[in-house]
């Protein structure tokens, strides 16, 4: 079990399981259609999930967290995706800013961000991806520069989720740019677009256009500029040492990897259900397409691909919260239950025919989110070559 994480009992897992997704049918399903067509942000919904706590959902409770393990995080995750995946967005990827300050951060800054975060007061994002630099991450360009205690920061960051919404971000940059390899010249900051003491806006931290998106809408997704931005380090530089930036970054997608894979496994299941309903009521040559043997082969398909999904994500939560090295465990499950809802939407969408090109039903939503899984938290390409090179390391002869 993760340090953060206590041992809730089943029947606890079981509550807060039945709660979400009671809140999921009350709230989420009559909104989350108009909400994703017109990409507007959901801010009742945010309020609504500040109050559950799921803000602090992985955040340890000396913080005022829930302390959830990853097993329960990902089932959450999971069952709100497979309503609107762009909300589990909004709070995973404040939960990876929370996690670096949590698993790095010096006592000070776990004392002086963790509550702020908890509560939502405060939420953000993972800042790493640049205009030049996404899955190469030590070709980043964005660079804090020391000054006294201080440090100046300049540089340009995109597709950050949450980077309009949100308040603040964990932000990866250069401070030595000389260093080889580059990764050990790299530092996290918690950089927030006003001081968290005053209230006052940071004047170096501006916030770009919203990108516009085939899918993943509601949420935000921006350009962030820092143009000579001052932050003290014993506040934002985390972990108070420059240097260690790449590694929390790193660090912080394993958990990050299983999140994504619950989005998906969300979406992979959410496309099963659809078809599997529709197949018994759309009629054709006198009986409904599920009787058709074309149609059983891709329902079977989809019910396979969608809980073998669902197990290799539990197994890598498992293995996440019995703090055991779960790279490999957590690439595979990203890697299947990303491939796997963007085969099941696109099978889904063929059981319903002209229908599922309409936005009348849900799944052309899935099949416009579905892609993003594949790319977001390290693409499935480099997933392969991480489980390649585990599998080597761990077997060698
Ligand atoms: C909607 C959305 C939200 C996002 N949210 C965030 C966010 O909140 N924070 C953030 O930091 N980033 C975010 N990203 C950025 C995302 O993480 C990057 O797009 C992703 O890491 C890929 O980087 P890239 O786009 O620069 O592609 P590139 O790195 O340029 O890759 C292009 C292609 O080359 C392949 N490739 C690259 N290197 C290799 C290699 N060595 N071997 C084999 N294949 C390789 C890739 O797999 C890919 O197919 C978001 C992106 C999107 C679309």
Not at 99 to 105: A, N
Not at 328 to 354: D, P, T
Request: glycine share 10%; proline share 4%.
């Amino acid at each position: 079990m993760s340090e953060a994480a206590r041992a809730y009992s089943e029947a606890d897992e079981q509550a807060i399981l039945d709660a979400i997704a009671k809140w999921v049918d009350n709230e989420v399903k009559p909104c989350a259609a108009e909400l994703e067509h017109d990409d507007i942000y959901p801010q009742a919904l945010v309020d609504q999930m500040r109050e559950f706590g799921l803000f602090g959902a992985t955040i340890a409770e000396e913080h005022g967290g829930l302390g959830l393990s990853a097993t329960t995080y990902a089932k959450i995750v999971a069952l709100i995706s497979e309503e609107w995946m762009s909300l589990s967005g909004i709070f995973n990827s404040h939960l990876m800013m929370a996690r670096i300050v949590e698993q790095y951060g010096t006592d000070f800054q776990k004392e002086y961000w963790l509550p702020r975060f908890v509560t939502g007061e405060i939420r953000g994002a993972l800042a790493l991806t640049e205009p030049n630099a996404g899955t190469d991450l030590q070709g980043i360009r964005t660079r804090a520069e020391a000054e006294g205690g201080d440090y100046v920061i300049n540089g340009t960051k995109t597709w950050i989720s949450n980077g309009i919404e949100g308040g603040a971000v964990a932000l990866l940059v250069k401070t030595d740019p000389d260093a080889t390899p580059p990764r050990r010249g790299m530092s996290m900051f918690i950089a927030p677009k006003a001081d968290s003491d005053t209230g006052r806006p940071h004047a170096g931290f501006r916030t770009g256009r919203k990108l516009e998106k085939l899918g993943y809408k509601g949420i935000d997704s921006a350009e962030l500029v820092f143009d000579d931005y001052r932050l003290d380090a014993r506040r934002h530089l985390v972990g108070g040492e420059p240097g260690k930036g790449f590694y929390m970054a790193v660090g912080g997608l394993e958990l990050g990897r299983i999140n994504v894979a619950a989005r998906s496994v969300g979406i992979a299941r959410r496309a099963l259900k659809e078809a599997t309903a529709y197949s018994q009521t759309r009629e054709t040559f006198g009986q409904p397409i599920c009787q058709h043997q074309a149609i059983q082969l891709k329902l079977g398909e989809m019910a396979t691909r969608a809980r073998a999904a669902e197990l290799l994500t539990l197994d890598a939560a498992r293995a996440y919260d019995a703090g055991e090295r779960c790279d490999m465990e957590a690439g595979m499950a990203k890697y299947f239950a990303s491939e796997s809802a963007v085969e099941n939407a696109l099978e889904a969408m063929r059981i319903h025919g002209g229908y599922g090109y309409s936005k009348e039903y849900p799944v052309e939503r899935l099949y416009r989110d579905a892609p993003l899984m594949c790319i977001g938290e390290g693409t499935n390409e480099m997933q392969r070559i991480i489980i390649a090179r585990q599998l080597v390391a761990r077997n060698p002869v």
